[in-house]
């Protein structure tokens, strides 16, 4: 089950139920199925107590993803910075709903198995967006 939450923010616009469809599609790519997904939409002033309280990081991000996947089924907390993702869309030229559509799914590429914080692992994380996202419709950066 998918669920989508807000603390302190007002939920975006977007149709939940194809956005569960599209998630779903994602993982049977990587041969996972999806079990307990929670979406937590947040202020940049939330997302950094989190980082600070749970990873030891000082600083602003647009996704904490806490992965409790248990062999091919995924699970996990996903806390999205609706503020950093606003401003990440205008430094990147990507609209804000396209770099929400990107943020929601690096998460889900994340519980997937994917990294991108060792070396060449951004350039693989970003190739998955991108394909994940030519899934739903949408366009790479």
């Not at 350039?123 to 998955?128: F, H, Q």
Request: charge should be negative.
């Amino acid at each position: 089950m998918i669920t989508y939450n807000v603390d302190g923010v007002k939920m975006p616009r977007f149709r939940k139920r194809e956005n569960s469809a599209w998630v779903k599609a994602v993982a049977a790519a990587y041969g996972k199925r999806v079990g307990e997904i929670a979406y937590i939409f947040v202020d940049d002033e939330k997302i950094l107590e989190v980082n600070r309280q749970y990873l030891q990081h000082d600083y602003y991000t647009d996704i904490i993803t806490f992965d409790y996947s248990e062999g091919d089924v995924i699970s996990g907390d996903l806390f999205i910075s609706l503020d950093t993702v606003r401003s990440n869309a205008g430094q990147v030229g990507a609209t804000y709903e396209e770099e929400l559509r990107r943020v929601i799914i690096h998460g889900i590429l994340h519980l997937c198995g994917i990294n991108d914080k060792g070396p060449g692992e951004r350039e693989v994380m970003e190739a998955a967006e991108n394909r994940a996202l030519a899934m739903f419709g949408g366009t790479g950066r």
